[in-house]
C-alpha cells in the first residue's frame, strides 16, 4: 500500500525531538505543563480513531493477540508509566512499526515478514515503547515551545488526509503546517533515536530477551538495503548509521548471553502472515513445502502448509498434515485452532464444538479462541447464542471495532434493531466517524421510545459521543 509513506514517515518526526536526558520526565516538568499525559492521550485516541477510519487492517485475532500480548509483557519491564496501549495492525506487507503519543502502537505486517526471531521482534517494539516512556511527543513540544498543540492535531489530520488517499491534498495540509518544524526537528533525530535504542535495549533484557537481537536486525536491514533506492519504511523512519549500529552492539554486548532468542509461537505467527503476503495461497504451499523437504522437523512450515492447503481447499490433506503437530503437542492452541478451522471447513460442526469446549476449559480467556467460538455458534446457526458470546467478548475488547463490527451483523441477524444501532455507533465512534455514530443512536432512540429507561441510557450515550466529538474536533482544529 504506497499510501503508507506520507503516514508512517511523517509521524516518524513527531518523535525526531531533541533530549539530552536518558530518563523519563517527571510529571511535574515542562513538558508536561505544555503537553499533559492526558492531552496525549485524547489526542492519540483522536488520531488513532482517524487512522482506522481510512487506512486498511490485519483483521486476524490470532495475530492481534500476539502483538498485544507480547507488548504488553515488554511493557511490564518498561519505564513506561501510563500504560493505557492501544493498538493498530496496519495491512502492509512494508516493514514498520510506530508510537504515537498517547499510548497508541502501530505495527505493519510487513514487520513479521523482516523480523526472522522474535527477539529482532521484540527490540524494534521495545526500542516504540521507549518513545512513548520517554514521552519524546511532549518533550519534542517543549523543545520547540512554537509548536503548540493544535499545530501538532493540525498535522495529525493532514497525515490521515495523505494516508487515506488524499495525495497532494493531505500533502499540503502536512506542509502548511509544518513545513519548517519538520525540518528543524530532524536535526534532533539522532538524539532521539539513539535514546529510545539505549532503553529498549535495557528493556529487552529486563522482558528476558538477548540484546543482541537489536543490533543484528539493524545491521542485517542497512546491508541488505545499503543501495536501495526504496528502502522499507522503518529504515525512512529510523535511519541507521554505522556509528548507531556499534553503539548499540557495544551495549547489548555488556548484558550476559542468556537472554531467549526465538519462539514457535513468533515463527506460526510468522507463518501466518507469510500466507496473507504471498501471491497465492498455491504459491505459499510450495514455499513451505520446499522449507519441509529441506528440514522435515520445521514446525512452523508445517503449519503454514496446513493453513495453505486450507486455503486451497485441500481440507484432506491439510488435515493429514496437521496431525503430526497436533500428536506432538495435543494441548497447542494454534494448532487446535486450526484444527478448529478445519472442521469447521469441513462441516464437522460437533467434532469442532468438542474440541471448542476442551481448548476453552484450559484457555477460558482466549481472544481468538472465544472469537472462533462465535464462528461456529453462527455456522450452526445459533444466533442468540453467538449473541450472547459476543456480549462476554466485549468485557474485554470494548475498544475493538472488529468486535463491534461483528456485534452489529449478528444482532441484525437475530432481530434486536436497537442493539444493532448501538453497536454501529461504538463501531463508527470508534473509526473516528462521530456523526454516523451519533445518527446511529438516534435510531436506536426512536425504536426505543416506549422503553424510558433504554431510551435514557441512549441518550446519555449520544451525549457522550457529542462531547467526544467535541473535543476531537477543537484538538483537530
Known sequence: MTFLRPTLLTLACLFATHTGASDLPSLGDASSSIVSPQQEHQLGRAWLGLLRGQVSQLDDPQLKDFVESSVYNLSETSQLQDRRLEFVLLNSPQLNAFAAPGGIVGVNGGLFLYAQTEAEYASVMA???????????????????????????????????????AGDAGIAAIMSTQAAAIQEQRRFSRQNEQEADRIGLVNLEKAGYDPRAMPLMFERLMRQYRYDAKPPEFLLTHPVSESRIADTRN????????????????????????????????????????????NPGLDAARYGLVLAQMKTGQLAEAGETLAPLLSKT??????????????????????????????????????????????????????????????????????????????????????????????????????????????????????????????????????????????????LR
Request: aromatic fraction near 6%; avoid cysteine; proline fraction near 3%.
Open 330 to 475: 495435543p494441548d497447542d492452541i494454534t494448532y487446535n485452532l486450526a484444527q478448529i478451522e478445519l472442521d469447521m471447513a469441513a462441516n464437522r460442526l460437533d467434532a469442532a464444538e468438542r474440541r471448542q469446549k476442551r481448548m476453552l476449559t484450559l484457555y477460558p480467556s482466549n481472544y481468538p479462541l472465544q472469537q472462533t467460538r462465535v464462528d461456529l455458534l453462527l455456522k450452526q446457526q445459533r444466533v442468540a447464542d453467538a449473541e450472547r458470546a459476543l456480549d462476554d467478548l466485549l468485557k474485554t475488547r470494548a475498544k475493538d471495532p472488529d468486535v463491534w463490527y461483528q456485534v452489529a451483523e449478528v444482532r441484525g441477524l437475530s432481530g434486536n434493531t436497537i442493539g444493532l444501532h448501538q453497536a454501529r455507533a461504538e463501531f463508527f465512534a470508534l473509526v473516528g466517524d462521530y456523526n454516523q455514530a451519533i445518527e446511529q443512536l438516534d435510531f436506536a432512540k426512536r425504536r426505543a421510545s416506549n422503553n424510558f429507561q433504554l431510551a435514557s441510557r441512549i441518550d446519555a450515550r449520544q451525549r457522550e459521543l457529542a462531547e467526544e466529538k467535541r473535543l476531537v474536533e477543537q484538538m
Open 127 to 165: 526500542h516504540e515503547l521507549a518513545h512513548l516512556s520517554q514521552r519524546h511527543f511532549a518533550r519534542g513540544v517543549e523543545a520547540q515551545q512554537r509548536m503548540q498543540l493544535p499545530l501538532m492535531a493540525a498535522m495529525l489530520a493532514g497525515i490521515v488526509a495523505a494516508a487515506a488517499g
Open 251 to 294: 551495549r547489548a554486548e555488556q548484558y550476559p548471553a542468556k537472554g531467549r532468542e526465538d519462539s514457535l509461537r513468533y515463527q506460526l505467527m510468522r507463518a501466518r502472515v507469510q500466507l496473507t503476503y504471498e501471491e497465492t495461497p498455491g504459491v505459499a504451499a510450495k514455499r513451505f513445502r520446499a522449507m519441509l523437504d529441506e
